[in-house]
């Protein structure tokens, strides 16, 4: 089983609309959780934290599910600069490794 | 807004040369990464670095990788002989704390001929 999975899209959704997906992780020590969005060739960029509460930033709700080891992403009023790899993002251990999924593609369409 | 800097943004290179890849993490950090990711796959964990010491590596991390805080700001990885399949983008990253957000600086694009 892979470490973090994730669908990888692509995700067409139209300018506006919202879109969810989510991923899976396999290691149930995992403590940290984040999204990170990607664009083409350049640095993961932070999108946000996840914790078990759920939690929300602006157009963007993030939630973990402990029990199924699985985080969601929602985005809400899509717009065509959203477009990117969404990268969910799981820290393992104290010493803050990271385990990347592939990557969720989402293109927003006019 | 500070942020990580690395340098070059791209480095062609010779099979078989040392390669120096450098970093100036954000100021306040103390820990420190390296991550790797080749053309079209995921973003790969190399090391973890915090008070001037390796604190986890990962199997690609080999004999040849070595990393170094030579000064207060710069963080590198040197590649001692470099392999064809070395050729990635490398990302320096840095954090306050082990289990808190990382902040990716730019990348590296090493290119291995």
């Known amino acids: 089983r892979k470490e973090v999975e994730q669908d990888p899209g692509p995700f067409n959704v139209p300018e506006g609309a919202t879109v969810a997906f989510n991923c899976t992780y396999s290691?149930?020590?995992?403590?940290?959780f984040f999204w990170y969005r990607q664009d083409c060739r350049k640095e993961p960029k932070l999108l946000m934290s996840v914790y078990s509460s759920g939690n929300e930033d602006g157009r963007f709700t993030a939630q973990l599910n402990r029990a199924s080891q699985y985080i969601s992403l929602l985005i809400r009023d899509s717009k065509l600069s959203d477009s990117a790899t969404y990268l969910c993002?799981?820290?393992?251990?104290?010493?803050?490794?990271?385990?990347f999924g592939a990557g969720t593609q989402v293109v927003v369409t006019p | 807004e500070p942020e990580v800097t690395q340098t070059p943004s791209h480095q062609v290179t010779q099979m078989g040369q040392e390669v120096i890849l450098r970093c100036v993490p954000i100021?306040?950090?103390?820990?420190f990464y390296w991550y790797r990711q080749i053309l079209g796959q995921k973003v790969e964990f190399l090391v973890s670095f915090y008070n001037n010491e390796i604190s986890e590596k990962s199997e690609i991390f080999d004999d040849q990788f070595s990393v170094e805080r030579p000064d207060g700001s710069n963080f590198t990885l040197k590649i001692r002989s470099t392999k064809l399949e070395d050729s990635a983008m490398y990302f320096c990253?840095?954090?306050?704390?082990?289990?808190?957000?990382?902040?990716f600086g730019p990348g590296t694009r090493l290119t291995v001929l």
């Open positions: 290691n149930s020590a995992s403590q940290s």
């Open positions: 100021s306040n950090h103390l820990y």
């Open positions: 990253a840095s954090s306050t704390q082990g289990r808190v957000e990382q902040f």
């Open positions: 993002v799981v820290n393992v251990d104290s010493w803050g490794k990271l385990q």
